[in-house]
């Protein structure tokens, strides 16, 4: 059974170029499964692009705040959740 874990929030959505900052309040890595949700988002995507201070990263801690490419728009105030088995 799959388990959702809080893992940060939507700050800024830039849709030109479909980049999310994302405050983290816990550790994300390249690969991760991860759901964003909101009032009307709800996608559910494989992390494979992320970039702290314009620098491409693996993975990012808490406390980041992160560039994550997402393949749908998200808003502000959207929470991000990693999808654990």
Known sequence: ??????????????N???VAIVELEDELEYGDEISIEGTITNIQET??????EH?????????????????DTVRP?????????
């Open 55 to 71: 620098e491409p990263v693996k993975s990012a801690h808490k406390g980041a705040a992160i560039g994550l490419k997402v393949k």
């Open 16 to 18: 030109k170029i479909g």
């Open 1 to 14: 059974m799959e388990e959702k874990k809080l893992i940060g929030k939507v700050t800024h959505y830039y």
């Open 47 to 52: 992390v494979d692009s992320m970039q702290v």
């Open 77 to 85: 105030g959207d929470v991000v959740y990693k999808i654990v088995e």
